[in-house]
């Protein structure tokens, strides 16, 4: 009698691995094809330094709740001259967190004159500690963690951006 391979089983195992990985690669995949920074157009970020330095970035703009709440979750990769404006309605105390983000960033908090009235440098991946202003501000920034002090960017540093122009 001739006898039959035993190799038949290790399918499902090896199929169910291979399906894992997939889902796994997927998740991330569909995490940024729905991540507001390919979604969104891009627009156009000057910050000008208290010592006079000026830096262009490219940003996406969120206004919505579900925008906002996406942030940068899932991305792996931000571009240099990238980032993401959050914008609210009115002034406020607004907190912030790293969950789900894998790019550790730099946020500024800035007020609804476009002034930065805080600067928080290289926040933590994966993070849920809360990340807040001290005042009331209208805006958070957030741009590639080291960006601020590469560039010289501080407190009092001036944002030249639509959602300042259109008070």
């Keep these: 009698m001739k006898r039959i ?3 038949a089983s290790t399918y499902p195992t090896v199929s169910i691995v291979a399906l894992i990985a997939l889902l796994t690669v997927w998740s991330s995949i569909e995490g940024q094809i729905r991540s507001p920074l390919y979604l969104n157009e891009l627009e156009t970020l000057v910050v000008q330094t208290t010592e ?4 262009q970035f490219r940003v996406v703009t969120v206004t919505t709740d579900a925008d906002q709440a996406q942030g940068l979750m899932h991305i792996r990769h931000l571009p240099i001259d ?3 404006l959050f914008s609210y309605s009115r002034s406020q105390i607004l907190s912030m967190w790293m969950k789900n983000t894998h790019v550790p960033l730099d ?3 800035v007020d609804q004159r ?3 009235q805080k600067v928080v440098p290289h926040t933590v991946p994966h993070s849920l500690d809360s ?3 001290d005042t009331p501000v209208r805006v958070v920034i957030e741009v590639n963690a080291g960006l601020s002090a590469l560039l010289g960017v501080t407190k009092g540093a001036v944002i030249n951006h639509r959602v300042f122009q259109q008070r």
């Design 5 to 7: 391979s035993n190799h």
């Design 52 to 55: 006079g330095l000026s830096a």
């Design 82 to 84: 990238r980032g993401m």
């Design 107 to 109: 946020m500024w908090f």
């Design 114 to 116: 476009g002034q930065i």
């Design 131 to 133: 990340i807040k202003s």
